[in-house]
Nanobody, 112 residues
């Protein structure tokens, strides 16, 4: 069974950092692009970043470029989203996805 499980969300103060993890199983992790998206309260889905395969590099939305870093450990089948300089507007449920497969999401709340 193909499965993605996010973890690492929580409450963090503005300006703080948090690292999200996405544990993958049921497919050849290294062969697929991995994407992080989020959904803020009352808003639609926002694409954040995609780690491509085959030397395609990693791309970021302008809203998070320079603050968020997507990395992956292909040996452990985990994708990470390192988030820094967090703002209140980063409050959202964060999801990792691989094509049409989504994780359950993890809540990130940025508040003092």
């Amino acid at each position: 069974e193909v499965q993605l499980v996010e973890s690492g969300g929580g409450l963090v103060q503005p300006g703080g950092s948090l690292r999200l993890s996405c544990a993958a199983s049921g497919f050849t992790f290294s062969g697929y692009a991995m994407t992080w998206v989020r959904q803020a309260p009352g808003k639609g889905l926002e694409w954040l970043s995609t780690s491509n395969t085959g030397g395609g590099g990693t791309t970021y939305a302008d809203s998070v470029k320079g603050r968020f870093t997507l990395s992956r450990d292909n040996a452990k089948n985990i994708a990470y989203l390192q988030m820094s300089s967090l703002k209140s507007e980063d409050t959202a449920v964060y999801y990792c996805k691989q094509r049409s497969i989504w994780g359950q999401g993890t809540q990130v709340t940025v508040s003092s």
